[in-house]
């Protein structure tokens, strides 16, 4: 496979922050393999993750060989970076099963069964890390790097320096030398010779450059992406119910595409470079046909289509698109019985509900009942006549008139019923 230029690839996408001298020349040469350490603190990335997975994946996409490095043993222990307290530490059974997850995840970005040349390897450091004494451990590896130069290091500066009373633990202070020490083992047994990471990884990063040079005479190279932020100041990543997850049963293809649809205009031209593989003239046309109406959200469409497509699916993002416009568009009861329940909840999210027996549903409810009287939907028998009158009542998306029954039939995965007053007023029924 013909080498591409990785360094220019990620300059022009705005994904480096800082990149040791000589790192381009070195990767211009011939294949080379480098690698990215994933936490496998739980059983599913999450689209903070997504940055370092896009690094992996442009990087063999330029001919290179990408290796995704499981912290198994480091997942034991925590990293200070950017951390204001401890981990929790997971057992062995726990972090082998989050592995495996996490590879599955990464198999959507990265080629790891084709038999390429740069065929993509997962390593988990655990592996060389646990029959490691301590002893072992201090003699051969802790005598290399002083304590003055992990002193030096921003993120344990920071710790040290904060106003948290537990201060650095030993055990987190010793990290930065256990990533080090991943970075000597892959040079040696690998020949890996770059780490990448976030902006915040610097540190740790280089300790392993120097302990290449120290201990095996060789040399490492360091390059870094910024960390990402969002332009109204608050966390990428992150929505009104936590982390986003790549993980279809934490967070649904709907509200992973809703994440990607609702950024603003400043961020999705930023992230439509970092987070989809369009080329650099698609994205700029995009961005020009944007800018010309942004009315019409183009680029958000597109990169909610883009990654949403990568992670889950062609299919889910159609369902995604599908449920969005059920939502906001000319939908019919047709559609609406096309979700499952999870989406249908994830859609309707918020709306409030009444629970009605199934045994209820089954003689049929008449239609001012089930507005006013049987869920308090509408305050009184009286203004569900009035509302029916204005032809302004729709039960599954479909206006009814004052002599409709609501049934067992009317229900969406025989649990459901969508009431509707004008278009942005929704209740839910429920039948228990």
């Known amino acids: 496979m013909k080498l591409k230029n990785f360094v ?5 996408r705005g994904m480096i922050h800082d990149v040791m001298p000589e790192t381009e020349k070195h990767l211009m040469e011939t294949m080379r393999a480098a690698y990215v350490g994933f ?9 903070g993750n997504l940055v370092p997975i896009m690094l992996l994946s442009f990087y063999q996409r330029c001919g290179h060989k990408p290796v995704a490095l499981v912290g198994g043993a480091t997942g034991m222990i925590g990293d200070p970076s950017g951390k204001s307290a401890e981990r929790n530490l997971l057992d062995e059974a726990a972090l082998r099963h989050n592995q495996e997850c996490v590879k599955n995840q990464l198999s959507q970005f990265l080629d790891f069964s084709s038999g390429a040349e740069n065929q993509a390897v997962m390593v988990n450091n655990y592996d060389w890390m646990k029959e490691f004494s301590f002893l072992d451990f201090i003699r051969n590896v802790g005598k290399h790097i002083t304590v003055n130069y992990m002193m030096a290091k921003d993120s ?4 040290l320096s904060g106003e948290s009373a537990d201060g650095l633990s030993f055990t987190e202070f010793t990290y930065q030398l256990i990533q080090g020490y991943d970075f000597l083992h892959l040079y040696r047994n690998l020949d890996c010779t770059l780490q990448m990471g976030g902006s915040d990884q610097w540190g740790n990063i280089t ?6 040079r120290r201990i095996a005479g060789g040399k490492g190279y360091a390059l870094t992406c910024p960390l990402i932020t969002k332009s109204d100041g608050s966390k990428f990543g992150k929505s009104e119910g936590g982390n986003v997850w790549l993980d279809a049963n934490r967070t649904s293809p709907y509200k992973f595409y809703q994440y990607w649809l609702n950024t603003s205009d400043e961020d999705a031209e930023k992230y439509i470079k970092i987070f989809t593989f369009l080329d650099k003239e698609t994205i700029e046309n995009l961005v020009a046909e944007h800018k010309e109406a942004p009315h019409m959200r ?8 883009e990654v949403t497509t990568t992670v889950h699916s062609g299919e889910e993002f159609e369902k995604a698109v599908k449920a969005s416009e059920i939502l ?5 009861s047709e559609d609406l019985k096309t979700l499952d329940e999870k989406t249908f909840l994830d859609v309707f999210d918020g709306v409030p509900q009444a629970e009605i027996s199934k045994e209820e549903m089954k003689g049929g409810i008449d239609i001012i009942g089930a507005l006013a009287e049987k869920t308090g939907f509408l305050k009184s028998n009286g203004e569900a006549r009035r509302a029916l009158k204005e032809n302004s009542i729709s039960v ?3 206006k009814v008139s004052d002599d409709f029954t609501v049934s067992e039939n009317d229900l969406i995965n025989g649990q459901f019923v969508l009431l509707q007053r004008g278009k942005k007023n929704y209740f839910i029924i429920k039948a228990v």
């Open 207 to 212: 300790t392993g450059t120097e302990l290449i």
């Open 396 to 398: 599954n998306k479909e």
């Open 156 to 159: 344990v500066k920071t710790r």
């Open 298 to 305: 183009l680029l958000q469409k597109r990169l909610a289509q």
């Open 8 to 12: 220019e690839e990620l300059q022009w």
């Open 39 to 47: 936490d496998p603190t739980a059983d599913s990335l999450h689209i």
């Open 328 to 332: 906001f568009g000319n939908s019919t």
